[in-house]
């Protein structure tokens, strides 16, 4: 049995193959949709999300499947004090595969080692998010044409913020790509990344402090939310919070072939006057991840099409 916990769970060619997946499944959706008849997908988000979760749950239902699960934590028995083991013991019993977000690093983890069917980690506090990274991928692929030789900027909450952790790790296995990572100093990536991540495998990246001096090079500029729930101080977050903003005089210089990416929610960090500008990607960005999380649920149940 296969959980995907954190992003180099799956080798290259195993995360070649979801992606392929994904892209049958958007060319021919009608050979999928009763494929995961009788299959339930529990969802158990101990934090809040809209797109993951219910991104997670249109994927299961485009496959023919059903869904159960709870939103909050307050609407489950972690209220009462149950473990979060004992949860997935528990819906285990009742669901075929299973997806957590939760607010404290491994615990998604914690819960594949005692689960009796494969755990999808939704996002685990500040640490990962490898579905996240499964719809980034797939997004580059379908906007590049390719996951190898670019330069992507990864800008603003780089300390908190677990879609660029885990989109850096996976990105890393592939070739000739170069990172700019452009935050304050306050927010720069967590020093594991740049020593395990980076610096092992001898790879190009830079650190700024603004978007302006590095836009001319940029292939893709992935923007990202500052974590509020993250801070332990309202004033730092107050602070930093529209340190980046996106729009139309900072793309001046931008390349036309550029792909604005962000995995939303977007609170100020793109301009809404880019919406309309053929290089935002983020709105396609969000329904390749119902392609890409239908074709990881089949993965993962070895279901065969
Ligand atoms: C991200 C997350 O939850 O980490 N959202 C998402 O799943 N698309 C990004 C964020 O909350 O800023």
């Known amino acids: 049995m296969k959980h995907l916990i954190d992003p180099t769970d799956l080798s290259v060619e195993e995360i070649d ?11 021919n959706k009608e050979k999928y949709s009763e494929v995961c008849k009788g299959k ?32 909050s934590a307050d609407s489950s028995s972690a209220t009462k004090g149950e473990s979060v083991g004992d949860t997935i013991r528990v819906v285990g019993c009742y669901a075929d ?8 690093e491994g615990a ?3 819960g594949s080692m005692v689960s009796p069917v494969p755990i999808i980690n939704a996002g685990d506090g500040g640490h990962n998010h490898p579905t996240q990274t ?6 580059i692929k379908r906007e590049k044409g390719d996951l190898n030789n670019f330069t992507i900027g990864l800008c603003g909450d780089l300390k908190f913020g677990r879609t660029v952790h ?6 890393s296995r ?27 495998n001898n790879i190009d990246y830079r650190e700024v402090t603004t978007m302006e001096e590095v836009m001319p090079e940029l292939d893709i500029i992935y923007m990202t939310r500052v974590q509020k729930e993250r801070f332990f101080n309202e004033a730092d977050y107050v602070r930093l919070k529209d340190t980046y903003i996106l729009d139309k005089s900072k793309l001046k210089n931008a390349k036309e072939t ?11 960090e793109i301009s809404t006057e880019l919406d309309d500008d053929p290089r935002a990607a983020y709105f396609r960005q969000a329904l390749n991840g119902k392609f890409v999380r239908m074709a990881l649920i089949l993965t993962l149940l070895g279901v065969n099409v």
Do not use: C, Q, W
């Open 17 to 27: 193959s979801i992606l392929n997946l994904a892209l049958d499944i958007i060319e």
């Open 108 to 110: 998604p983890m914690l």
């Open 166 to 171: 885990s989109l850096i790790k996976a990105l």
């Open 134 to 139: 499964l719809t980034d991928l797939l997004t």
């Open 40 to 71: 339930k997908l529990a969802t158990l988000f101990f934090e809040p999300s809209t797109r993951t979760r219910l991104s997670f749950e249109a994927a299961m239902m485009e496959l023919g499947g059903n869904v159960l699960g709870f939103s």
């Open 174 to 200: 592939y070739e000739g790509i170069k990172f700019i990572l452009i935050s304050p100093k306050e927010l720069k990536v967590p020093d594991y990344i740049i020593t395990e991540v980076f610096e092992k």
């Open 258 to 268: 550029l792909s604005i990416m962000h995995p939303l929610p977007r609170v100020n």
């Open 97 to 104: 595969i299973i997806a957590m977000r939760h607010p404290k």
